[in-house]
T-cell receptor, first 115, second 112 residues
């Protein structure tokens, strides 16, 4: 399909484990965002890439969270030593890298449950 | 104070009613204002996009921005049961590297 693809759609893990969440943006979109959405809350900004570089990573909650986008396309969000409070839906979105801020196209999210 | 405030609801209205959804914000640098709609277990989808102050209409939807009051609104006319969803306001400043910040979202139920 032509939309943003996120895998896995669901991930259950145990406290302390390492997790990777993958995002495949729409072809040609150079801007990529990661958000975290807890139940009953709006998307909380984590990190924003322009191409391969992180333009703003101020939303990453602590050094257990890290994201990469080595070739300017697919991105991976990495969470080390997971905690129960990390349980949430992790949303990825992409857009054209043309100012002003463009429409964000979201994937359906990766639902992370930390037991 | 959070940068973007939005009443989470839920808001229940009868079919055919006019719905008013609102957000306030604190950052005067915000220039771009968006409304996204999110159905259960889906990603948000863009509904309306406005720049600076003023009104924008698209079918049954009207977005209003009052920068002097730091207040934005979304009106839905002739509401339908299919409009039942969570509505998220979002906003961003002008610079190329500025992130897009979302409100908490308002859950809307249109009663048939």
């Amino acid at each position: 399909g032509a939309g943003v693809s996120q895998t896995p759609s669901n991930k259950v893990t145990e406290k302390g484990k390492y997790v990777e969440l993958r995002c495949d943006p729409i072809s040609g979109h150079t801007a990529l965002y990661w958000y975290r959405q807890s139940l009953g809350q709006g998307p909380e900004f984590l990190i924003y890439f322009q191409g391969t570089g992180a333009a703003d990573d101020s939303g990453l909650p602590n050094d257990r969270f890290f994201a990469v986008r080595p070739e300017g396309s697919v991105s991976t969000l990495k969470i080390q030593r997971t905690e129960r409070g990390d349980s949430a839906v992790y949303l990825c979105a992409s857009s054209w890298d043309v100012p002003p801020p463009g429409e964000l196209f979201f994937g359906e999210g990766s639902r992370l449950t930390v037991l | 104070q959070k940068e973007v405030e939005q009443d989470p609801g839920p808001l229940s209205v009868p079919e055919g009613a006019i719905v008013s959804l609102n957000c306030t914000y604190s950052n005067s640098a915000f220039q771009y204002f968006m409304w996204y709609r999110q159905y259960s277990r889906k990603g948000p989808e863009l509904l309306m996009y406005t720049y600076s102050s003023g009104n924008k209409e698209d079918g049954r939807f009207t977005a209003q921005v009052d920068k002097s009051s730091k207040y934005i609104s979304l009106f839905i006319r002739d509401s339908q049961p299919s409009d039942s969803a969570t509505y998220l306001c979002a906003m961003s400043a002008r610079n190329r590297d500025d992130k897009i910040i979302f409100g908490k979202g308002t859950r809307l139920h249109i009663l048939p």
